[in-house]
């Protein structure tokens, strides 16, 4: 990709409390993000309303979100961390995409599927068009890439088509108003206002399943907290966790091709593997022909070793609330700056006069 400057943009909701899927999946992966591209880290309240939300947990859970970007390395002075709410024109870029995507693209998005559940016409229409808010949160910076978990492939790849036709519909005019940017398509070189963002997916932690079946994902919304280590548990909590993590009865295979078919093995391994910053493959020539009665505390120690610092700094964090919402602050002055531009163009490229 060409003439689009560099620029990494990434989102949390901020509904009930942070897992350990959430770190690894993506805040541990925003922090290492910041060593190569200017950042913007968002808590995502406005899609968090999709669903029924009590205001004043809602607040709280804003002001904790931000508190564990922050408690685990993300710097909010080199790089933006603020709440999307304060930033109108993604509410804005949000509307004009509802206009851009297609019905039937949405219908094929299984996460509107999955949060339904059956009664979908009882769904909010925002749930509905909440990959369209998503698309607009990355566009209205122009970001180019997108740390998140494996969960999100499917909004992401919706970003891209959206980016995609507004560039079509739109190409005369882009080029008309010298808008655009250089961009490679395929074989092609267009002229391109929203640049086509990369999914930064991967790793052994891209989805962290449930500790009581591996074939779930890890979720704040599971109804059992065993499934889940919460950023804020504490250290007998986690070890708890891990120690009744369901398993199976084999010992540990000597490569990864041996997890195939062992998906409670499988997570494990691969979540020892992000908190220790290695591979699978390093963790199994360690622990290879071990048992789980072995393998389990060497996991929850290395586990309460990485988690409790971050919890203990959230804690430090959160008891100071005027400390954060200036932090939000600071950063929404500073993103909106960005956005206020982007949208500006928009508004030009479209045909909206003000
Ligand atoms: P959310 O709040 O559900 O999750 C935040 C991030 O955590 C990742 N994640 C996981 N990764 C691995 N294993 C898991 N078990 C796991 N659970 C959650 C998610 O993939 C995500 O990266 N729609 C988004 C928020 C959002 C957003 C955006 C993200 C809104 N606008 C723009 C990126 C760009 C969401 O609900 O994430």
Redesign the pocket.
């Given at each position: 990709m060409t003439g689009f400057h560099q620029r990494v943009?990434?989102?949390?909701?901020p509904t009930g409390n942070l897992?350990l899927?959430?770190y690894?999946?993506?805040i541990k992966r925003f922090v290492a993000m910041q060593a190569e591209m200017d950042c913007i880290y968002c808590v995502?309240d406005l899609?968090a309303i999709t669903l029924p939300q009590d205001p004043a947990d809602l607040i709280a859970s804003t002001r904790a979100v931000t508190a564990a970007f922050l408690a685990s390395g993300i710097d909010p002075k080199a790089h933006i961390v603020f709440n999307q709410s304060r930033v109108p024109q993604h509410a804005e870029l949000g509307w004009v995409f509802n206009c851009i995507a297609r019905l039937g693209w949405l219908n094929r998005m299984t996460q509107f599927k999955d949060k339904a559940g059956k009664n979908a016409e009882a769904a909010s229409v925002g749930l509905y068009a909440y990959p369209n808010l998503?698309a607009a949160?990355?566009m209205v910076y122009r970001a180019t890439h997108?740390p998140?978990?494996?969960?999100?492939k499917q909004?992401i790849e919706l970003t891209r088509d959206i980016a995609q036709k507004f560039n079509n519909d739109y190409s005369t005019r882009i080029a008309a108003l010298g808008l655009g940017h250089e961009m490679r398509v395929g074989d092609e070189t267009v002229n391109a206002f929203f640049p086509l963002i990369e999914p930064v997916i991967g790793g052994p932690?891209?989805?962290?399943m449930s500790l009581r079946d591996g074939t779930k994902?890890?979720?704040k919304s599971d109804p059992s907290d065993m499934s889940r280590i919460n950023l804020t548990d504490d250290a007998d909590t986690i070890a708890k966790k891990v120690r009744k993590a369901v398993s199976d009865p084999l010992p540990l295979p000597e490569t990864v091709d041996g997890l195939k078919d062992r998906p409670e093995a499988d997570n494990l391994v691969g979540i020892y593997a992000a908190l220790a910053d290695v591979t699978k493959d390093a963790v199994l020539a360690e622990f290879g022909g071990a048992q789980f009665s072995a393998f389990k505390p060497a996991l929850a120690d290395l586990a309460v070793q990485k988690i409790e610092p971050i919890s203990a700094e959230m804690r430090r964090i959160t008891a100071d609330p005027a400390y954060v919402d200036g932090v939000l602050k600071d950063g929404g002055e500073r993103a909106g700056a960005i956005a206020e531009e982007t949208m500006k163009a928009v508004k030009q490229i479209v045909g909206l006069l003000g």
């Open positions: 943009f990434s989102g949390v909701q897992t899927g959430n690894l999946g993506a995502v899609h998503m949160d990355m997108v998140v978990g494996e969960d999100q909004h932690a891209a989805r962290v994902k890890m979720s």
